[in-house]
């Protein structure tokens, strides 16, 4: 059974930190890309930034120099460390897994339930 679980999110002041962690099982981790989403009610899911299988990233214009992805493969985990939180990146943030796209955030196969993170001024 494909399970993602995230944890860490919360509310935070803006300016602020906040580290996102998912859990990940069911799967061959290490074999998948992985991303992270986000989605404000009312809008389209949006990508936040990738890790490939190599250990590539990508990210959204939105958060380059404030967000860092990284993954463990031997823990399944993937992490995302969040500084210099803005108002505007206030949303419910996804884990997912799928495949890798030159360039591009993943194309997601399985998708975790979500982190709210809410940031206030």
């Known amino acids: 059974q494909v399970q993602l679980v995230e944890s860490g999110g919360g509310s935070v002041q803006s300016g602020g930190s906040l580290r996102l962690s998912c859990v990940v099982s069911?799967?061959?981790?290490?074999?998948?890309?992985m991303a992270w989403f986000r989605q404000v009610p009312g809008k389209k899911r949006e990508g936040v930034g990738g890790?490939?299988?190599?250990?590539?990233?990508i990210y959204a214009d939105s958060v380059k120099g404030r967000f860092t992805i990284s993954r463990d493969n031997a823990k399944n985990t993937l992490v995302m460390q969040m500084n210099s939180l803005k108002r505007e990146d206030t949303a419910m943030y996804y884990c997912?897994?799928?495949?890798?796209?030159?360039?591009?955030?993943?194309?997601?196969?399985?998708w975790g339930q979500g982190t709210q993170v809410t940031v206030s001024s």
């Open positions: 997912a897994a799928g495949s890798g796209r030159s360039g591009r955030i993943c194309d997601p196969y399985y």
């Open positions: 069911g799967f061959v981790y290490s074999r998948y890309c």
């Open positions: 890790i490939d299988r190599d250990g590539s990233t």
